[in-house]
């Protein structure tokens, strides 16, 4: 018995099927791919294209992407400070959890805050936590203007928008990072494929 946030009087209850079970029917370790960056950066671009190459190679991984997932998990939340990081909080948790189903989750967030990440980080154990951080550039971000929210931004129609009027703290310590080369940005296909080396090398694609 024990009192867990507030709750009291819960108990956990153990399944005869865990996690080891579940990876050596999949043949593949559970982790936490964790896609960070500016609006605009290509997290999602990159979540879609490196779970098309897991599939591929057929490894079972599912996206959480934080624009969708603001359409129902999260549609109660915004984007004042303690809303992106609820928002944060519930994805890492979800993320832990596919994450434990022995799924390669891949989740993909402004994810803003570095503490917010940290906190997502503590979640999971030995090393299955990948912050692959996306380090473009604003400029090319806001002339990339995917969804036109940068112009709004810019002419104060959006208050509060990351990069603009709202702080990104980069990674510190993340396993990947992607950035521009000679000034050009890769092609989705090569940074995923540097993604998918990093899960194969780390021992991700097989339960051995
Ligand atoms: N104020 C403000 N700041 C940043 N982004 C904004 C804002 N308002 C709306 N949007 C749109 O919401 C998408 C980001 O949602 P996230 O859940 O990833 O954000 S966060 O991690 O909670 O900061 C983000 O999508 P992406 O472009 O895919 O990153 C935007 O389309
Ligand atoms: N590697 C890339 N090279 C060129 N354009 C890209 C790349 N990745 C994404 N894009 C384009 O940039 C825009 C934003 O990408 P998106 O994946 O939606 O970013 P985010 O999820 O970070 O907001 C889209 O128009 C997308 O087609």
């Known amino acids: 018995m024990s009192t867990v946030g507030n709750n009291t009087n819960i ?23 964790w896609i960070t960056g500016l609006s605009g950066s290509g997290k999602s671009t990159l979540a879609c294209s490196v779970s098309r190459d897991l599939h591929s190679r057929g490894k079972l991984s599912y996206v959480l992407d934080g624009d969708n997932l603001r359409h129902g998990l999260n549609k109660d939340l915004g984007f ?5 990081t609820e928002n944060i909080r519930r994805v890492g948790e979800v993320a832990k959890l596919f994450a434990d189903a022995g799924l390669i989750c891949i989740a993909s967030l402004i994810s803003p805050y570095r503490k917010d990440r940290d906190a997502c980080r503590a979640l999971l154990p030995d090393l299955s936590f990948i912050e692959v951080y996306m380090n473009m550039p604003l400029e090319l971000c806001e002339e990339r203007d995917a969804k036109g929210l940068y112009k709004l931004a810019r002419a104060g129609k959006i208050k509060g928008f990351t990069g603009i009027d709202d702080p990104y703290e980069p990674p510190l310590n993340c396993e990947i990072e992607l950035s521009q080369q000679d000034g050009v940005c890769p092609p989705p296909g090569a940074m995923a494929g540097k993604v998918v080396t990093y899960l194969e090398e780390k021992g991700f694609l097989e339960d051995k």
Do not use: I, S
């Open 11 to 33: 108990f956990w209850h153990e399944c005869p099927v865990g996690r080891p079970e579940r990876q050596k029917l999949l043949n593949q370790k559970g982790c936490v791919v």
């Open 80 to 84: 004042k400070v303690e809303d992106r």
